[in-house]
């Protein structure tokens, strides 16, 4: 299939033209056009490693890109701090969250953007404390002390903390990199809802989900990442969610894997038995995946 | 039972029934001071009991002036340790800067509050140069810290020796200047029976703004969160960096108050001196509930941590105990202190 973009009239808020990026021998990013346009959903899929967290990482300030530009409203940019990138009205949920765990909920939730009254410019606490459980009661999470350090808290209601934070304080665009990864089923739908509620309000959405159903039901557009590159760039008219599916999994290998899978007897229970190291047997690939694997990691050498 | 009863109301769905009410005391137990305040009222009862030199209100000038010269700088070296590092070279840059006052002040024949400005920037910079290594090398402040150290100790009797071709400053009292600088930092006012010393009011001023800063500023936030978690920091726009420099300055610009009260005491500094005081310090702010890991302290407990050892030190005095044993005693408190800082976190967490 190739790659359709679609001609959309407002001009993209974000802009990067073939960036690239490297951790020193590993490439992470070749050549990734995107374009992020404010009032819509953007949505990166791919595999594990695909690139996705480190695309991200760019557009937060987190990393500086090595080739290619970026262009905040049409003007070229390096981040120099994620500090700068939320001065640009970015902001951003990280893979891996970025709470400090020996810190309070609410002290986490204004980290970077405290609010401050008085001339001495002394911590609103008060104010602070009250917007911060406004925020995550209408996220549906139940944190009873604000004053309890995050790092007691359970991974999805840290999840809930870090993703307030960035819909609070996100001015144009806001990045979710994986954020129902760690949600039950009534917090994902919140998350989702609060997609398409900043989307209403005229933000720029970037979502990173491995889960193309979440994706379909909230992306304008798609795109998908493989091996450090756009390997689909198309809006949701040109595509199906079946469509959307297919191109994530490489095309046939998620019917092989419903196909192969059949055969797996899901009901069966085996018997209890104590397993030695390296004793549980790997499943059988098939030639074609083995062909495939080796096929990308030789174009990860010649890269 | 029906399934009516099973279902939660729909009012009180927002509450997590699981999470009972903290109480008042398991609030305040989990302070991080707490270890540090117990041990003190232990060493203050013991001491009361043992040393009858102890019980005279007389004394409490000379027990506070003790815990006042370690006071200003286990409070800077506390907010430093919450923000994750270390410095070393605390003990040492505070000789550096009192040499620097009097041997600028001498050697070009200044007025002395010149050589004390002079002072103020050198020791500035000795911090500024300690968190500039730190980001520019990449290594942990241990190692760079105690690299400054090492390098601070030979400048101090290098270049004492090549100035005054001795291991001491000339005595500076006939210096101008010198008796408005000697009444700023070495006075003393009488309270009644009890005579404080000016380090006292300097001491106590920097543990209330110290801890001012660290609980109610956006600059305090930063420091936990840069001890706590820096890449975390960063990632959500917390100037690292910029935090962490500045705390290595804080720590010199106490180092300067210091040293300036060093001086002007004695009129004269040994070139030699300083060595061993860093760990002093550091001790005081884990007795005082710091974490070595930083993120997590207090600087009320670091201010804490340096009476115990104004208690301490004069208690084996007045109790008539061989004052060889002071170290030891020491040890055993830093340990004592850090249990049950640890002992009393977890029981408050789980109350
Ligand atoms: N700090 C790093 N140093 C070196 N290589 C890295 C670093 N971070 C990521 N990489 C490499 O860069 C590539 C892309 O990683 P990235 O984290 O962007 O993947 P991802 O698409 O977010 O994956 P996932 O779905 O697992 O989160 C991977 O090959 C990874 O090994
Ligand atoms: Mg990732």
Not at chain 1, 191 to 214: C, E, M, Q, S
Request: a neutral charge.
């Amino acid at each position: 299939m190739s790659a359709v973009t679609t001609d959309r009239s407002a001009a993209p808020v974000l802009q990067l033209d073939n960036v690239g990026f490297s951790y020193g021998n590993v490439h992470a990013l070749r050549d990734v056009s995107i374009n992020v346009r404010q009032g819509e959903v953007t949505c990166v899929l791919g595999d594990n490693g695909a690139g996705k967290s480190t695309l991200i990482k760019i557009i937060a300030g987190l990393h500086d890109y090595t080739d290619g530009a970026m262009k905040l409203d049409g003007v070229e940019c390096r981040f120099a701090s994620p500090r700068a990138a939320q001065a640009g009205g970015i902001a951003t949920v990280y893979q891996d969250l970025a709470l400090a765990p020996l810190m309070s909920v609410w002290r986490n939730f204004f980290l970077g953007n405290e609010l401050r009254k008085g001339p001495l410019r002394t911590l609103d606490i008060a104010r602070m404390k009250r917007i911060c459980d406004e925020e995550l009661t209408k996220m549906g999470v139940v944190i009873p002390d604000l004053d309890r350090p995050v790092g007691g808290l359970s991974g999805g209601q840290r999840q809930c903390i870090a993703i307030a934070r960035a819909i609070y304080f996100g001015a144009r665009v806001i990045i979710l990199d994986e954020p129902t990864a760690a949600l039950g089923v009534k917090q994902s739908s919140v998350v989702l809802r609060y997609i398409v509620k900043a989307r209403d309000a005229g933000l720029g959405v970037i979502f990173i989900t491995h889960n193309p159903h979440h994706a379909y039901l909230v992306g304008n557009h798609f795109v998908i990442l493989k091996l450090g590159r756009v390997v689909l760039d198309a809006h949701r008219d040109a595509l199906t969610l079946e469509q959307l599916t297919r191109e994530m999994a490489g095309g046939q290998e998620l019917e092989e894997l419903s196909h192969e899978l059949s055969g797996v007897d899901p009901g069966r229970v085996a018997a209890p038995a104590e397993v030695a190291p390296g004793h549980v047997e790997s499943p059988v690939l098939n030639p074609d995946e083995l062909a495939a694997i080796e096929r990308e990691e030789e174009e990860e050498q010649t890269a | 039972m029906t399934a009516a009863a099973i279902e939660p109301s729909r009012g009180e769905a927002a509450r997590d029934d699981r999470v009972a009410h903290r109480p008042l005391a398991a609030r305040l137990l989990s302070r991080p001071e707490v270890g540090s305040l117990i041990g003190a009222i232990v060493i203050f009862a013991l001491f009361m009991a043992v040393a009858p030199p102890f019980r005279n209100v007389a004394n409490v000038g000379t027990i506070l002036y003790g815990a006042s010269t370690i006071g200003i700088m286990a409070v800077p070296v506390a907010l430093l340790m919450i923000g994750g590092e270390f410095d070393l070279s605390a003990g040492v840059a505070v000789t550096t800067s009192g040499l620097s006052a009097s041997l600028l002040a001498w050697n070009f024949g200044l007025n002395v509050w010149v050589g004390i400005l002079l002072a103020l920037v050198v020791s500035v910079a000795v911090g500024a140069f300690n968190g500039w290594l730190l980001f520019k090398t990449g290594l942990p402040s241990f190692l760079v810290t105690l690299a400054t150290f090492f390098i601070l100790q030979g400048v101090n009797l290098g270049v004492t020796r090549l100035l005054t071709g001795n291991v001491a400053t000339a005595d500076i009292t006939d210096m101008d200047g010198f008796h408005s600088a000697h009444t700023m930092f070495g006075s003393e006012v009488t309270v009644g029976p009890v005579t404080l010393k000016i380090t006292v009011l300097y001491w106590v001023v920097l543990t209330l703004v110290a801890a001012y800063v660290l609980l109610r500023t956006r600059v305090g936030n930063w420091i936990f969160a840069v001890g706590g978690d820096a890449a975390a920091a960063r990632a959500v726009g917390v100037p690292v960096k910029a935090t962490k420099i500045g705390l290595f300055m804080a720590v010199g610009f106490c180092a300067w108050l210091s040293g300036m009260h060093l001086l002007f005491q004695f009129n004269t500094v040994q070139s030699g001196e300083g060595v061993g005081k860093e760990f002093i310090f550091i001790i005081a702010a884990v007795i005082g509930g710091c974490l070595l890991t930083g993120g997590y302290g207090s600087v009320v407990g670091a201010s804490i941590g340096a009476l115990i050892f104004g208690m301490t030190q004069l208690g084996i005095n007045y109790a008539g105990w061989n004052p060889d044993w002071f170290k030891t005693f020491l040890g055993v408190m830093l340990l004592l202190a850090t249990i049950v800082n640890v002992y009393v976190k977890k029981k408050a967490d789980l109350r």
